[in-house]
């Protein structure tokens, strides 16, 4: 039998040279627009290792100004989590059984999901503050006193967490306090109090 012919295959074009591109040009151009965001409310963004422990070492630079006591608060967020099973196992995912759940969490470099960021809230007994990109701020209120801690964090493309600071804070400790400024006549459009439109009104980031 005779074999079957193979169609030519077409002349290929030259292709000229494409011009190299940077894979990270994206991301870089991002960050930049995150800092400048970040910036306009009188922050920064404190840049911490990224090595699996990023939100641990977020909330303890936060906390301690540290974040090489990252271990530490690991321990406490799990912890936190196994002594408070019935409230935390029914939001395990994938049906991983709790206990190897919590086991692979207290593992160095596993990345923290939302319980965790819910455990921590608690635990330390912070309300915390995500920080993203061209989205308004997410938060975790689980303490309605005004005098609890608010923790600062900003969260970069699905898979980073850094702190966040006042841009004149030092880092020689726990983060300062933030207060963030809002026009008030966009908190308070239909208010009749008398304000320039240029006013500035301060009020607790958590609002």
């Known amino acids: 039998m005779a074999k079957p012919k193979q169609q030519k295959k ?21 960050t930049s627009q995150f800092r400048t965001q970040v910036d306009a409310l009188g922050l920064r963004i404190v840049e911490v290792t990224a090595d699996g422990n990023c939100f641990f070492r977020s ?9 090489e006591e990252h271990r530490k608060y690991r321990s406490m967020v799990v912890k936190h989590i196994l002594d408070n099973r019935e409230m935390f196992e ?17 593992n160095d470099g596993t990345w ?25 701020r997410w938060y975790i209120r689980n303490f309605d006193d005004c005098q609890v801690r608010m923790v600062h964090l ?47 009104f301060l009020i607790n980031s958590s609002l």
């Not at 077409?10 to 991002?30: L, S, V, W």
């Not at 006042?166 to 933030?178: E, F, N, T, Y």
């Open 154 to 200: 900003s969260y970069h493309d699905g898979e980073h967490y850094n702190s966040v600071r006042l841009k004149d804070d030092p880092c020689d400790g726990p983060a300062r306090s933030i207060i963030i400024k809002v026009l008030i006549k966009i908190l308070f459009p239909n208010s009749e109090i008398n304000v320039k439109s240029s006013s500035y």
């Open 59 to 67: 909330l303890a630079d936060q906390l301690e100004g540290n974040e």
């Open 90 to 106: 029914p939001f395990i995912e994938d049906e991983v059984p709790f206990d190897e759940y919590c086991q692979t969490m207290e």
């Open 10 to 30: 077409p002349p290929q074009k030259k292709q000229q040279n494409p011009q190299p591109q940077n894979k990270n040009q994206g991301k870089q151009d991002d």
């Open 112 to 136: 923290a999901g939302h319980m965790e960021l819910q455990a921590a809230s608690l635990v330390t007994r912070s309300n915390v503050c995500i920080h993203r990109n061209m989205f308004p």
